[in-house]
Nanobody, 127 residues
């Protein structure tokens, strides 16, 4: 069964930190680039951060660059999103996603290229 399960969301004050985790079944973690997206109420789902299969390359949306860090532990089939200096505008449901790739260094940023999605975890940042 293909699964992506996010955890670590919650309520945090502005300026605080949260770390999201996404545990994936081996079948979809091996050979996949991973990404984090978010969707605020009334808005479209947007790309936040992506990481290559190898873990050596990352890419961030301008809105989170310098504050968020994506990483992965291939031994644990888990991808993380460390979120620091949180702002109220970071409030959203956060989703992890997986995209099969043929090259280990590729980072995928386009939503349509991701084949598997988690159920999402709510992040709320209060001012």
């Amino acid at each position: 069964q293909v699964q992506l399960v996010e955890s670590g969301g919650g309520l945090e004050q502005a300026g605080g930190s949260l770390r999201l985790s996404c545990a994936a079944s081996l079948r979809i973690f091996s050979g996949t680039a991973m990404g984090w997206f978010r969707q605020a109420a009334g808005k479209e789902r947007e790309f936040v951060a992506g990481i290559s299969w190898s873990g050596g390359n990352t890419y961030y949306a301008d809105s989170v660059k310098g504050r968020f860090t994506i990483s992965r532990d291939n031994a644990k089939n888990t991808v993380y999103l460390q979120m620091n200096s949180l702002k109220p505008e970071d409030t959203a449901v956060y989703y992890c996603a997986a995209a099969f790739v043929t090259r280990p260094a590729v980072v995928v940023t386009a939503r349509y290229e991701y084949e598997y999605w988690g159920q999402g975890t709510q992040v709320t940042v209060s001012s």
